[in-house]
């Protein structure tokens, strides 16, 4: 037998297992993207796949440039995406997210969150410095309706309400914030640069509308207005500015991977807590719309709302709401 | 078809899985789709709220605004428009309208389903990729990356690939022939009411010697009697 017809039946030997292919594609059309507890189907998933994997190799080299190689590759992939796909259990990956990937997200975080909450306080101080010493300044920070408004002694915020309902304004707030503390995660791919901007602008905002407030009388007022959803407000922004940081550093310091897997890692890893960090900011814009324009809650009562929803967060962030300390001290026991 | 590479995947089998990657043309095919149904569920949306809302042909918000105007005519649409991709890739593990009329979708870079965060970080960052205008920085960033990916897909480890679902195998049962031969029939006959005479008789010169003077009808029933083995 010469090597040509040698091949040649080869070939036509591989062809004639085309019924078996069919058969395996079609099976897992019928199991892709379901929920199988028939252990026959899976065995024969499993028989499928390295079947597969045998006439993919040999098509390869005995029909390189034919349809079936295209069918048998398709399918092999198709196998392979079925039988490595993982579970999904929404219920444990929320619990295994707030138990124990926040909080080891918040460790690897922790030094970023301290330069950037060192950062945003440094600009918030600045911000304030520069309007106390040079009054003209605030024209660089404020529009000039707020400015007006504060210079006939009242703040922006009074009689809100009467103009905007509570669940608008909730919604405007937490759709501004969202999307600031979003850019200011994603900024991070600028080498950390975009994130130092966004933070170091809203730290001067704040610092400077402060002092106007100030200089006018209203300091108290506007504390009194910010209290409430400010704690928490303020300190996801600085939490978004650490993840940001991260992203950054990842790129301008990868280590001994690569700076794509680095960029990769920092990303996924800091995307956990920025999700977290938009839940947060829906309850903040919430307390925003309904409670601060709220004339009715005295300062304590702000003061213990305010407070509250901070303590909150730092037990969300550190785990001890979904059992961290009793899983830690049980894996010790 | 617009293809840059193929993504090689390693397997337990040792066989490697291969996914062939998209490129910027197809991508771009997929998301002005996408673009096209969102934009257009979202203005319908508006028009009709509105009118129903204003209660008169008009489209114009009311000069004071209230909940209900928000809540029923301004954001849903905003809501389409913004969390149509997320909703969209996180339900169905990676896929759109958009990327399914393409023949697209989303794998991981081991190619498998992505995970639920890979697939929220990628549409986070559509911020950076759509500076400055009409995701020009994302579009040039397909151009320039090996796997063609956007920003978003570095961030999250994804790409896309073509799903290949219209791979269609050559039927054969007819022992005379090699298997190459085989396979060009196979497709002739598949192919046969789209290709025009000269087309027909070229292709099938190639396999019957008298092709030339036959007819039509004798042609295709010389060629299915070869598929069937009884030739």
Known sequence: MSESSRENALRLTLLRRSDLWEKAAARIRRLAGKRTEDAADATAMADDYRMLAHDVAKVRRLLPDSRAREYLEATYAQSHASLHRPAWHPGYALLNLFRDDLPAVMRWLRPHVFWATALFILTIVAGYWMVHTYPDLIALFASPELIATVERGQLWTEGLLNVVPSSVLSLQILTNNIVVSLFAYCAGFLFGLGTVYVLGLNGLMLGAVFAFTGQHGLDDDLFRFVVAHGCVEISVMCLSGAAGAAVGEALIRPGTATRAESFQRAALESGKLILVCVFLLVGSGLIEGYISPNPAFSLRARLAIGVSYWLFMLALLNGWLFGLRRVRSGASA | ?231
């Not at chain 2, 791979?167 to 005379?176: E, I, K, N, P, Y």
């Not at chain 2, 009411?193 to 010389?222: G, H, M, N, V, W």
């Open chain 2, 1 to 231: 078809m617009d293809r840059t590479s193929d993504l090689a995947v390693d397997s337990v089998t040792g066989v490697d899985v291969t996914l062939p990657v998209a490129g910027p043309g197809a991508r771009s095919f997929a998301f002005l789709i996408d673009w096209t149904i969102r934009t257009v569920l979202s203005a319908a949306w508006y028009v009709v709220a509105a009118l129903l809302y204003n209660g008169s042909w008009s489209l114009e918000a009311p000069l004071a605004p209230t909940a209900n105007w928000f809540v029923f005519v301004v954001a849903p649409p905003a809501a389409i428009y913004f969390l149509y991709h997320p909703a969209w890739e996180v339900t169905t593990r990676g896929l759109t309208p958009g990327k399914r009329t393409a023949g697209l979708q989303i794998v991981s870079s081991t190619g498998g389903a992505p995970s639920v965060g890979s697939l929220l970080t990628r549409n986070v960052f559509r911020l950076v990729d759509s500076f400055p205008v009409a995701y020009a920085l994302g579009l040039v960033t397909t151009m320039l990356t090996r796997n063609s990916v956007r920003i978003g897909d570095l961030a999250a480890g994804t790409l896309l690939v073509y799903t290949r679902n219209d791979a269609t195998l050559a039927h054969l049962s007819g022992r005379q022939l090699d298997a190459r031969t085989a396979e060009v029939l196979s497709e002739l006959l598949q192919r046969w009411s789209a290709l025009d005479d000269t087309a027909r008789r070229k292709i099938a010169a190639t396999i019957l010697p008298d092709a030339a003077t036959a007819t039509d009808e004798e042609l295709r029933a010389q060629l299915e009697s070869l598929t069937r083995g009884t030739r």
